[in-house]
């Protein structure tokens, strides 16, 4: 007489909740707790952008106003990167070591899960604006006109899109490779359209049309509008209100696409 094996034990996810703000702080907090045992991560995050932006002025050393022109640009677009990369790494290294999955099971939801990353490499990205920004006008001597907290403030939107992106990105991919794999496919197009290299009304007009729902592009002209003018613009409040939606939108669109694993 034969008896069937009994099935192996699932992970239930339990019953949704609203966000709530215990369990956000808490998954924050975790995820800080993990990346300090990291320190090649902490360092990508907080000096790569510092260092490519003093290698920038040093490379225009003999034309300090084309740093001038370029560097406020620049620091914006590389906190976004280092984000967009750390994020999406380490929420798809979650899934495929199954924490995801653990973690769902428990009282914790996707909204939470998701507003608890941002947090915390929100947290990360407050710290990598301010030493970026501070580096680039205090030591470097990058020339602007209107203040150096809106430059940061924009500085820590684009670090947070970077974040929102990564988070997103990560539910597609089926291993780190891949996820390093969508920088082509989500950050080059938008370096290219996003003004940094030609005037966005210089370009071919259906390329203009295509950079002017490219949230980057308003990043970098948000940075131009600190550059170029002494008070807070109406053009820089739109410019800064863009990028803080499309994080917005793309966290949500980030809880709603969560994988709970890698299949």
């Known amino acids: 007489m034969t008896t069937s094996a009994a099935p192996a034990p699932t992970l239930t996810p339990a019953p949704t909740r609203a966000l709530g703000l215990t369990r956000t702080t808490a998954t924050a907090t975790r995820v800080l707790r993990q990346l ?16 490519m932006l003093f290698l920038l002025r040093y490379v225009f050393d003999g034309s300090p106003r084309t740093f001038d022109n370029i560097g406020a640009s620049l620091l914006g677009i590389f906190p976004l990167i280092t984000m967009f990369l750390v994020t999406s790494i380490a929420t798809l290294r979650e899934r495929t070591s199954g924490t995801l999955e653990r973690l769902l ?8 899960l998701i507003a608890g990353y941002a947090l915390a490499f929100g947290t990360l990205a407050i710290v990598q604006s301010a030493l970026a920004t501070g580096l680039a006008v205090w030591f470097l001597g990058l020339d602007v006109t209107g203040s150096p907290w809106l430059l940061l403030l924009v500085a820590l939107l684009d670090a947070l899109l970077g ?9 597609f991919a089926a291993s780190e490779f891949q996820a390093v794999q969508f920088m082509p496919a989500v950050i080059f197009p938008q370096l290219l359209l996003c003004g940094l290299f030609t005037p966005r009304d210089n ?28 008070d807070m613009t109406a053009a820089f409040v739109r410019d800064a209100a863009i990028v803080a939606g499309c994080a917005l939108l793309v966290l949500a669109l980030g809880a709603a696409t969560l994988k709970r ?3």
């Open 163 to 171: 974040t929102a992106l990564g988070l997103f990105v990560s539910a």
């Open 261 to 263: 694993r890698t299949p």
């Open 36 to 51: 300090g045992h990291d320190p090649r991560t902490i360092a990508l995050l907080l000096l790569i952008p510092c260092v």
């Open 203 to 230: 370009m071919h007009p259906a390329l203009e049309a295509i950079s002017d729902v490219l949230p980057m592009s308003y990043a970098v002209d948000g940075m131009n509008e600190v550059l170029r003018h002494t």
């Open 105 to 112: 099971a428990m009282p914790l939801g996707k909204g939470d």
